[in-house]
């Protein structure tokens, strides 16, 4: 790997440091961790997933964020990036992805259609993915910037590193999935 794509720039939670050692808490190193290697699993349906491509592209390099490795089984990720025009048709199918990642899992809605339906206020275009699945960060566009994206993926990162260990078992999070009959 080349030290362009390393990030060297990550700084350590706050701990004690002396001479050989640093001791901090478990769960700020795994959030750390966590936010600094996101799996995406791009789901892009139209112009939003061509944005997305000049993102991972190397003029933007998604990689100093740590997520350049492309993940498309939904159980080898844990970024999903939904863009573009969601019909309802496709909404199970979404959904189905979303049931197949693998805990901890977090949603970046990408693009005006897929955070609200977009221009197409019609019968058969989902208002929102939001409807079918939890969104943890909204991206606002038609179609987004590629630096939107990335302040997205930032934004996304910023709250997976403080993000309990333990919320992903809490009652507010199950009863988060129950809302979505999610189990």
Not at 54 to 62: E, F, G, L, N
Not at 104 to 110: A, K, L, N
Request: proline residues 7%.
């Amino acid at each position: 790997m080349s030290e362009s794509k390393i990030n060297t720039n990550a700084e350590a939670p706050p701990g004690y440091a002396g001479e050989g050692f640093f001791a901090t808490k478990l769960s700020d190193v795994v959030g750390m961790a966590r936010a600094n290697s996101l799996w995406p699993l791009p789901f892009a349906t139209s112009c939003c997933g061509i944005e997305f491509m000049a993102t991972m592209a190397s003029h933007y390099d998604v990689a100093r964020f740590g997520s350049e490795r492309m993940s498309f089984s939904p159980r080898q990720a844990d970024m999903l990036l939904v863009m573009g025009t969601i019909a309802k048709k496709m909404a199970p199918i979404l959904r189905q992805v979303y049931e197949q990642m693998a805990e901890p899992r977090w949603v970046i809605s990408v693009g005006a259609c897929a955070c609200s339906g977009g221009i197409f206020d019609t019968y058969s275009v989902l208002q929102g993915i939001d409807k079918v699945i939890p969104v943890d960060v909204y991206v606002p566009g038609c179609p987004p910037r590629p630096e939107q994206i990335l302040d997205g993926i930032m934004r996304l990162q910023d709250m997976v590193r403080t993000e309990s260990v333990r919320r992903r078992s809490s009652p507010e999070y199950t009863e988060l999935l129950a809302s979505y009959n999610i189990k």
